[in-house]
Nanobody
Framework: QVQLAESGGGLVQAGGSLRLSCVASGRTFSDLPMGWFRQAPGNEREFVAFQRRAGGSTTYADSVLGRFTISRDGAKNAVYLQMNNLKPEDTARYYC??????????????????WGRGTQVTVSS
């Protein structure tokens, strides 16, 4: 099995920055496809960002494009999310995701087999 552990969430003022981290452990192979989703109370889980492998292609939700940057450390099976110019609407629980499938449907929550427990990001106005 694969376990994902997120860290880096917290409280920040609008316009500020946070950096989220996630490391996959357990029965993994090097450089798993990994990304981030988020969920605010009462909402569906929303795609945020994805990178197939370290140095590989990246995909972002329109709502975060230009503000968030995803990066990978393939050797560590780690994924990071640098969040700049945070807005109150970014407030959500952020989940690290991973999958064995190199061709995973990256924007669909149901496509991912492995989810972290989430880390809360709260942006105040």
């Amino acid at each position: 099995q694969v376990q994902l552990a997120e860290s880096g969430g917290g409280l920040v003022q609008a316009g500020g920055s946070l950096r989220l981290s996630c490391v996959a452990s357990g029965r993994t192979f090097s450089d798993l496809p990994m990304g981030w989703f988020r969920q605010a109370p009462g909402n569906e889980r929303e795609f945020v960002a994805f990178q197939r492998r370290a140095g590989g292609s990246t995909t972002y939700a329109d709502s975060v494009l230009g503000r968030f940057t995803i990066s990978r450390d393939g050797a560590k099976n780690a994924v990071y999310l640098q969040m700049n110019n945070l807005k109150p609407e970014d407030t959500a629980r952020y989940y690290c995701v991973a999958d064995w499938d190199l061709n995973v449907q990256i924007r669909k929550a149901a496509a991912y087999d492995y989810w972290g427990r989430g880390t809360q990001v709260t942006v105040s106005s």
